[in-house]
């Protein structure tokens, strides 16, 4: 199971740290995503991380401003997000597969997530 946490409210180019915290000691060798869900749309990536760490995907809209990371050893995937605008408010999700490609950003491969955690930018 994962569980978020560091959501909130911030003001227009401030900065959010979000966490995710896997249960099983197993998540670790998983594929990692953070996606996120405005009102009235989709589902939408905004970042993946293959198990190693090694590779990285983001979203066009959040690159040079958010950064996606993960400590196996503590079981956690962590999403820094910088500069932030309006338009980054949303519920954002973090997700998990096991996946031997490296890393994937189709959320339909993905078959854990969490329950979500609340970011609210105001301008």
């Known amino acids: 199971h994962l569980v978020e946490s560091g959501g909130g409210l911030v003001q227009a180019g401030g900065s959010l740290r979000l966490s995710c915290t896997a249960s099983?000691?197993?998540?670790?060798?998983?594929?990692k995503g953070w996606f996120r869900q405005a009102p009235g749309k989709d589902r939408e990536l905004v970042a993946a991380?293959?198990?190693?760490?090694?590779?990285?995907d983001y979203a066009d809209s959040v690159k040079g401003r958010f950064t996606i990371s993960r400590d196996n050893a503590k079981n956690t995937v962590a999403l820094q997000m910088n500069s932030l605008k309006p338009e980054d408010t949303a519920v954002y999700y973090c997700?998990?597969?096991?996946?031997?490609?490296?890393?994937?950003?189709?959320?339909?491969?993905?078959?854990?997530w969490g329950q979500g955690t609340q970011v609210t930018v105001s301008s």
């Open positions: 991380i293959s198990w190693s760490g090694g590779s990285t």
């Open positions: 997700a998990a597969v096991r996946y031997q490609g490296g890393l994937t950003t189709d959320r339909m491969e993905y078959d854990y």
């Open positions: 099983e000691r197993t998540f670790s060798a998983y594929a």
